[in-house]
């Protein structure tokens, strides 16, 4: 029986999973803008980290922690809050460590909890950073937006910043 | 001599530098977003291309190689084209050539050049993968914006890309 044959009255061909539209031309000159912005700027940033010794990873910890209650958090809320794996968070937070940035401390009455610290070093280091920090932020991106621009970014942003915190952990 | 005593009518004290002021909390909270979507995006889509066995770059890689003449590239063109430092893309290169995706070639009659060459396996690879990836950034990103929100992000991400991508390679 040659293919010609097969009736497809009763019993439909099955639907080609549904396709996904390729991006048109304006989808992505935006996605590939995005994407750009996103991966030259952190080059850009952690360039301008450089001359103080730090990541720009630990210099999110370093905020992070600075604005906890005690300056110090357990670390799996730390890798929650900075969106990392704990293995990588540990990793990072033991180089931290030999810096003399942060402290890993058990807490007293409390068997799930190893703790991040900000060590006084940790703090002041911060406290010297964060003007030079601004500065790189509001130079290459901040300050290059008109106010209604950010805020319209703002809109568009957030609710895909709660559905991708949304989806993960998910399996 | 105590301090008040200083004369600064004839030698004003050095300016301190000038003060960058902080970001108020409308850019703030669009910083934050920016930063946690591009995080979180690229979390989302490097774990929906795990089960391709393909890393976030590796597909990057393809797709620009697909796309060059001949599908290959000069390694340093590949570097400036996919944003990455020689050492970091030629890592990624060893890994992807036993992958069978692409493979290093010497080009006969030009001494500088190494090129990045897309195998058949690499393409096929390339054109599988694809309509899934599309589908990934359409459901987390491109289709959460309204036309207006889509052509208003390109025309507030495109100067800043440009501005970025000219500070790249500067001292």
């Known amino acids: 029986m040659d293919t010609h044959t097969i009736d497809t009255a009763d019993t439909p061909p099955p639907q080609p999973e549904e396709q996904t539209p390729w991006l048109t031309a304006r989808e992505q000159r935006m996605w590939r803008a995005h994407l750009e912005v996103a991966k030259l700027l952190d080059y850009q940033l952690s360039r301008e980290l450089q001359p103080h010794n730090l990541a720009i990873n630990d210099y999110e910890i370093l905020v992070v922690l600075s604005e906890a209650p005690d300056r110090r958090m357990r670390m799996t809320d730390l890798a929650t809050a900075t969106l990392q794996s704990k293995s990588r968070l540990s990793h990072q937070i033991t180089r931290m460590e030999t810096a003399g940035l942060v402290l890993r401390q058990e807490c007293p009455g409390d068997r799930r909890g190893l703790y991040a ?49 949304g989806l993960r952990g998910k399996p």
Chains 1, 2 share one sequence.
């Open 117 to 165: 610290h900000l060590t006084e070093h940790g703090w002041e280091t911060m406290q010297q950073v964060a003007p030079d920090h601004v500065r790189s932020v509001r130079a290459h991106f901040i300050d290059r937006f008109t106010p209604e621009q950010l805020d319209a970014m703002y809109e568009a942003l957030a609710p895909i910043a709660d559905h991708l915190r």
